[in-house]
Antibody, heavy 122, light 109 residues
Framework: EVQLVESGGGLVQPGRSLRLSCRGSGFTFGDYAMSWFRQAPGKGLEWIGFIRKKAYAGTTEYAASIKGRLTISRDDSKSIAYLQMNSLKTEDTAVYYC?????????????WGQGTLVTVSS | QAVVTQEPSLTVSPGGTVTLTCASSTGTVTSGHYPYWFQQKPGQAPRTLIYDTSNRLSWTPARFSGSLLGGKAALTLSGAQPEDEAEYYCLLAYSGGHVFGGGTKLTVL
């Protein structure tokens, strides 16, 4: 059974950094691209970015709105995808979801994790 | 950035049929936008229902179908069930990125 479990969320002050993790199980992690999305409280979904599998050089693509503050990486030996978030703003408060993608050119979300809540507040 | 528009809310009777649409501010939605449809119930993560306009995932009930209709992406639910009450989001691909619609709250009543 494919499972994705996000972790690392919590309360963080504006301007600080946070790293989220997405651990996959039930599949060969390195064979899939992975994406990150977020959803602010009571709002709609927003695409953040994705990372291709190593066979496609593990390159990344990001939404223009992210403006370089968020970085996606992966450690296939641990079956984990990461979302590094720097210079956090109150508007980054959201539930963050990772997905396993079914294509290489992403985002093409197939399976979703349960999400992890990040609250940016002083 | 393009704006993707969905109906804010729709109501369907149990057993009835309803079509949700997804429009692009840039013009006609085509297969090149690779439309996706997601279902989200309160307190839950989204679930992917349809990809690349009309392809179902293995868990997608056959009563859901995706298409292009009148210049928009469309999700048709035929034979609505009470458990289909949820928020539905579409996602379109553009050269500059991927954009979600604002969601449609579907009530089965």
């Amino acid at each position: 059974e494919v499972q994705l479990v996000e972790s690392g969320g919590g309360l963080v002050q504006p301007g600080r950094s946070l790293r989220l993790s997405c651990r996959g199980s039930g599949f060969t992690f390195g064979d899939y691209a992975m994406s990150w999305f977020r959803q602010a409280p009571g709002k709609g979904l927003e695409w953040i970015g994705f990372i291709r599998k190593k066979a496609y050089a593990g390159t990344t693509e990001y939404a223009a709105s992210i403006k370089g503050r968020l970085t996606i990486s992966r450690d296939d030996s641990k079956s984990i995808a990461y979302l590094q978030m720097n210079s956090l703003k109150t508007e980054d408060t959201a539930v963050y979801y990772c997905t396993r993608d079914h294509c290489s050119g992403g985002p093409c979300p197939e399976y979703w994790g349960q999400g992890t809540l990040v609250t940016v507040s002083s | 950035q393009a704006v993707v528009t969905q109906e804010p809310s729709l109501t369907v009777s149990p057993g009835g049929t309803v079509t949700l649409t997804c429009a692009s501010s840039t013009g006609t939605v085509t297969s090149g936008h690779y439309p996706y449809w997601f279902q989200q119930k309160p307190g839950q993560a989204p679930r992917t229902l349809i990809y690349d306009t009309s392809n179902r995932l293995s868990w997608t009930p056959a009563r859901f179908s995706g298409s292009l209709l009148g210049g928009k992406a469309a999700l048709t639910l035929s034979g609505a069930q009470p458990e289909d009450e949820a928020e539905y989001y579409c996602l379109l691909a553009y050269s500059g990125g991927h954009v979600f619609g604002g969601g449609t709250k579907l009530t089965v009543l």
